[in-house]
């Protein structure tokens, strides 16, 4: 998972790690560090021929962000589930996104969206004598 440069801005990576640990997450590694622009195209390469890339990448680059690598039984799904629908808009009472996003684009969190890119952004994030 990553806390996104808003989420940190306006001082949620407290209230947001407190409420993803009580979910049952434990935390294999952690890290505050600011994404270069090389790294945040890397990162959402996936995103590159869509419209907003270049704002995502503009944001994702503009502060520091927390990046977390979580182990839990089903913890894509699960994540997912905390932290609600990726337009804050639309995400549940109660999730992470609901509570700390303010928009589509700067939704506070980011959560891997299957267990094989989950591995490959935890290794984006982290050597492996950080993860525990
Ligand atoms: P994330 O889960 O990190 O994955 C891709 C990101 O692209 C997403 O969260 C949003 O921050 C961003 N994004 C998705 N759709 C839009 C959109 N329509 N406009 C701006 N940003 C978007």
Redesign the pocket.
């Known amino acids: 998972m990553m806390i996104k440069p808003d989420a940190v801005e306006n001082g949620h990576i407290g209230n947001i790690l407190e409420k993803v640990t009580t979910a049952g997450f434990k935390i294999k590694a952690l890290k505050m560090t600011q994404l270069t622009q090389r790294d945040a195209e890397l990162f959402?390469a996936v995103?590159k021929e869509?419209p907003?890339f270049g704002?995502?990448v503009a944001f994702m680059t503009r502060g520091p962000i927390l990046a977390a690598y979580l182990e839990k039984e089903n913890a894509v799904s699960d994540f997912r589930t905390l932290i609600g629908a990726?337009n804050p808009a639309e995400a549940a009472e109660g999730t992470l996104r609901k509570l700390y996003a303010t928009s589509?684009?700067e939704?506070a969190l980011?959560?891997s969206d299957s267990d094989e890119n989950a591995a490959i952004e935890a290794a984006f994030h982290f050597a492996e004598r950080e993860c525990f």
């Open positions: 959402y995103h869509r907003f704002e995502l990726t589509m684009g939704n980011h959560g």
